[in-house]
């Protein structure tokens, strides 16, 4: 009998806040949200003065992004549990949000 694979225990957000609103990307790993935030400075630093900061490694690049943006952006990396409902029994009622109530 095959093994039956281990379900998803979270997903990992990609959270940046721009001048623009904020942009989120989730993903399955921590290290694909953290690649993710790499690539959006990456993909904007000319902006924030990219010849000073071409040679940055990818981690110095996260963990300075805000003082390089001048505190006008933010990158965050954020676990959220996955809850398994079809497991759990539920505290919460339905409620009908169709257009006919």
């Not at 000073?52 to 805000?66: G, K, P, Q, R, V």
């Amino acid at each position: 009998m095959p093994a039956i694979p281990k379900r998803q225990q979270s997903v990992y957000l990609a959270k940046w806040d721009h001048k623009h609103g904020q942009d989120i990307s989730a993903h399955t790993t921590e290290d694909g949200a953290y690649n993710q935030c790499i690539q959006w400075a990456r993909d904007t630093l000319e902006d924030w003065g990219g010849d000073l900061y071409e040679n940055i490694s990818d981690a110095e690049l996260f963990s300075n992004w805000t003082e390089i943006t001048g505190y006008n952006e933010f990158f965050e990396v954020d676990e959220l549990p996955l809850h398994d409902d079809g497991q759990q029994k539920s505290d919460t009622q339905s409620v009908d949000a169709s257009e006919d109530n």
